[in-house]
């Protein structure tokens, strides 16, 4: 007998359509409400490394993953000069096995698309445009009041709604979210054949500039920058501005560059940072993924870790005997270190750029890849 049977899912992202996937499988009955309207709000691209390739696995969507996405296994460093020239060929750390490819450039809302429909296969309910507008529990049990009105009563809610979650404010858990000090441009557009696999270009005028194929199809890149308020700006204004920012990197981005024209595909945003002290419940309310932790992604690891913290809450949910303080406290025995190890390491490869240091890069990148070969 699993220690739950109902279990409310605050938000549609990894963490969230991981948990609600693995708890349904298991019989355990399921609503998932996310905010947004519907699956094609949920971003633009996304770099899965091989352990996030693993749970996606374990969910029972790698065929699908496999096809929409774009493997690869080797990241090339560029330099900022005026031929792009390669200065070197890393071959990436096989996280997730040796059968699975070491990274995988996805575009978001496919990824988002795939996991909503198999967590709606294996019998979760899953309502878009709605969230909680009030939580109150007991000792057995969550009342919930969401945004149509309707109620529900649940064994556990988990928190999964991300960076700024409404989940953690309703608990009254504070934690600050510092900006790291660097903001990102993205932008989503079509692939030329040149690109094959992630290259980033360290120095020049921005910290980074970068790009990981999608699909056949389709890419994301990006320009790394110190963080500044960039709010006041146009969508047309902010595609210029990422177009001329992008004017000191060469190679494919001489071809990328030309490409950039829909200012609807770009977007910028800060690098934030936090990690929340253990546990990760209050009562029978739990956060996850972003909502407990989250990175710049230097290291491309925050997906691979909200995949992790739902594959372990449920397995706990549905192998332990009864909802006490001991499961909490096995779950994030299990998440805190490793996630906090992760988001410790994404900093600090960011403060490094930042300070203008040279890290022991390769040392760092060393050890995250054997803890995240391990399972979560
Ligand atoms: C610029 C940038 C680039 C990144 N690139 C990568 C990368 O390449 N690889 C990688 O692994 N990680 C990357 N990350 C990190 C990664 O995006 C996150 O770690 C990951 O998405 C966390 O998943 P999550 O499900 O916890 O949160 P989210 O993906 O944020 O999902 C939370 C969901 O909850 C919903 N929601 C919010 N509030 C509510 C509410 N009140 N009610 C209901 N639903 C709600 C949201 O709409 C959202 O769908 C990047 C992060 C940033 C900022």
């Known amino acids: 007998m699993p220690a739950v049977n109902s279990v409310l899912v605050v938000g549609g992202g990894l963490a969230g359509a991981a948990t609600a996937i693995h708890l349904a499988q298991a019989g355990v009955a399921v609503d998932l409400v ?12 996304i770099t899965l490394q091989g352990n996030a390739l693993r749970e996606l696995r374990t969910l029972g969507v790698w065929d699908q993953v496999q096809a929409a996405g774009y493997a690869f296994d080797v990241t090339g460093i560029r330099a900022p000069d ?32 795939i996991l909503v429909d198999r967590a709606t296969e294996v019998g979760a309910k899953v309502r878009f445009g709605t969230t909680h507008t009030a939580l109150g529990q007991d000792a057995d049990g969550v009342d919930v009041t969401f945004s149509d009105g309707s109620t529900g009563r649940y064994d556990v809610v988990v928190g999964a709604d991300g960076v700024r979650s409404w989940t953690r404010r309703a608990l009254g858990v504070d934690l600050e979210t510092r900006s790291v000090g660097m903001g990102i441009w993205r932008a989503f557009g ?12 360290y120095g020049g005028p921005s910290y980074i500039a970068g790009y990981c194929p999608t699909g056949e199809d389709s890419l994301y ?14 969508p047309e204004e902010q595609l210029a501005t990422m177009k001329e920012l992008s004017r000191a990197y060469h190679g494919p981005w001489d071809e990328i560059r030309e490409t950039l024209t829909d200012p609807s595909r770009v977007n910028y945003t800060w690098f934030e940072t936090h990690v929340l002290d253990e546990p990760w419940n209050r009562g029978r309310v739990v956060l996850i993924g972003d909502a407990a932790h ?39 025995a299990r998440r805190h270190r490793r996630a906090k190890t992760v988001v410790d390491a994404s900093n600090q490869l960011a403060q490094w750029q930042l300070d203008h240091v040279q890290g022991d890069i390769p ?7 054997q803890l995240t070969s391990q399972p979560a």
Do not use: N
């Open 221 to 234: 890149a990006y320009i790394v920058e110190d963080a500044q308020d960039r709010s006041a700006l146009t």
């Open 82 to 113: 005026p031929h792009g020239t390669v200065v070197a060929e890393i071959p990436d750390a096989k996280t997730g096995g040796p059968d699975l490819p070491a990274a995988m450039g996805m575009p978001r809302p496919e990824l988002a698309r």
């Open 294 to 332: 989250t990175c710049p992604p230097t290291i491309a690891q925050g997906g691979a870790m909200a995949l992790e913290d739902a594959v372990v809450l449920a397995e706990l949910l549905v192998e332990r005997p009864a909802l006490d303080q001991d499961l909490w406290d096995a779950f994030t």
């Open 34 to 45: 996310e905010i947004k309207p519907d699956v094609a709000a949920l971003g633009s691209g």
């Open 363 to 369: 040392s760092m990148m060393r050890s995250i890849a």
């Open 190 to 201: 079509p692939r030329p054949a040149s690109v094959t696999r992630t290259d980033l270009y």
